[in-house]
């Protein structure tokens, strides 16, 4: 079992910048994919951002140019950095962590992200 801890998430004016980090409990050997999701009320999950353990990302079109994901794996953590942000990227994010030779997807329990007009 992995737990994933969030921090960073606040609230902060259009235009500002926030970083979130997620560190993982533990070390997972092997390739593995670590990535951040957000939600609104009544829609679904979305991808922000991912990244693997060769470092290899993908953005979602919203977020392109605005936000940037890393890792550190040495400390098990994933940090998104948030630049320009606007209303749009109001949202609680979601950390993820999933090992695909293991079948194993992992949550953490969410930050909430609010951006003022």
């Known amino acids: 079992q992995v737990q994933l801890v969030e921090s960073g998430g606040g609230l902060v004016q259009a235009g500002g910048s926030l970083r979130l980090s997620c560190a993982a409990s533990r070390s997972i050997f092997g390739f593995n994919v670590m990535g951040w999701y957000r939600q609104t009320p009544g829609k679904q999950r979305e991808l922000v951002a991912t990244?693997?353990?060769?470092?290899?990302?993908n953005y979602a079109d919203s977020v392109k140019g605005r936000f940037t994901i890393s890792r550190d794996n040495a400390k098990n953590t994933v940090y998104l950095q948030m630049n320009s942000l606007n209303p749009e990227d109001t949202a609680i994010y979601y950390c993820?962590?999933?090992?695909?030779?293991?079948?194993?997807?992992?949550w953490g329990q969410g930050t909430q992200v609010t951006v003022s007009s």
């Open positions: 990244i693997t353990s060769t470092r290899s990302t």
């Open positions: 993820n962590f999933r090992v695909p030779s293991l079948n194993s997807n992992y």
